[in-house]
């Protein structure tokens, strides 16, 4: 680098640092400290998914429960902000589609959240609004699938055999897919 540049530099770096600085003296003679003020903000942040069940401080983007049809899935979902923004956060549950027929799917008998059996809205539920600054909430969710012949979560009756878990279900691999939605309300 250039000589005259760094020599410069050093000029400005000294002049700056208070080293040569003086009072400001205003035109009516008074003189008056000068002063300057840094204001810093950090945006907020919103961390959330599904709590690993190994550490409940971590939340992880996909979650897959096996043998669903045998022990009804139950997961936890959570969020940690630093914001205080309104917001709802929403989900979907597939029936559970069957992995190679087309068409072949298990309905979804209920849905629970914390434990209480939960009313979607046009197929969605929610399952937590509303954030306080500094806040984090975890819910427990159980999806179960339809055992029976009856009503599903959406409030369709079902009385084919291949809708529900029974012997007459079509064999084979079976996969409901929950999707999780946070909006600003």
């Known amino acids: 680098?250039?000589?005259?540049?760094?020599?410069?530099?050093?000029?400005?770096?000294?002049?700056?640092?208070?080293?040569?600085?003086?009072?400001?003296?205003?035109?009516?003679?008074?003189?008056?400290?000068?002063?300057?003020?840094?204001?810093?903000?950090?945006?907020?942040?919103?961390?959330?998914?599904?709590?690993?069940?190994?550490?409940?401080?971590?939340?992880?983007?996909?979650?897959?429960?096996?043998?669903?049809?045998?022990?009804?899935?139950?997961?936890?979902?959570?969020?940690?902000?630093?914001?205080?923004?309104?917001?709802?956060?929403?989900?979907?549950?597939?029936?559970?589609?069957h992995d190679t027929e087309t068409g072949v799917a298990i309905k979804i008998a209920d849905v629970e959240i914390g434990g209480a059996t939960a009313a979607p809205n046009s197929g969605v539920y929610t399952l937590l609004t509303s954030a306080v600054s500094g806040q984090s909430e975890n819910v427990q969710i159980k999806i179960i699938p339809l055992k029976a012949t009856g009503l599903d979560h959406l409030g369709a009756n079902i009385s084919s055999t291949l809708e529900y878990v029974n012997d007459n279900a079509t064999p084979g691999g079976y996969t409901s897919t929950v999707t999780v939605s946070v909006a600003t309300v």
């Open 1 to 97: 680098m250039n000589k005259k540049v760094i020599a410069l530099a050093l000029v400005l770096v000294i002049a700056m640092s208070g080293a040569f600085a003086a009072d400001l003296v205003v035109s009516t003679g008074t003189v008056t400290d000068v002063t300057a003020t840094l204001k810093a903000v950090i945006g907020g942040f919103f961390h959330h998914g599904f709590v690993n069940p190994a550490d409940s401080s971590e939340f992880n983007a996909t979650l897959e429960i096996t043998n669903a049809f045998a022990v009804d899935p139950v997961f936890t979902y959570g969020y940690e902000t630093n914001t205080s923004t309104d917001f709802g956060i929403y989900m979907e549950v597939s029936d559970f589609e």
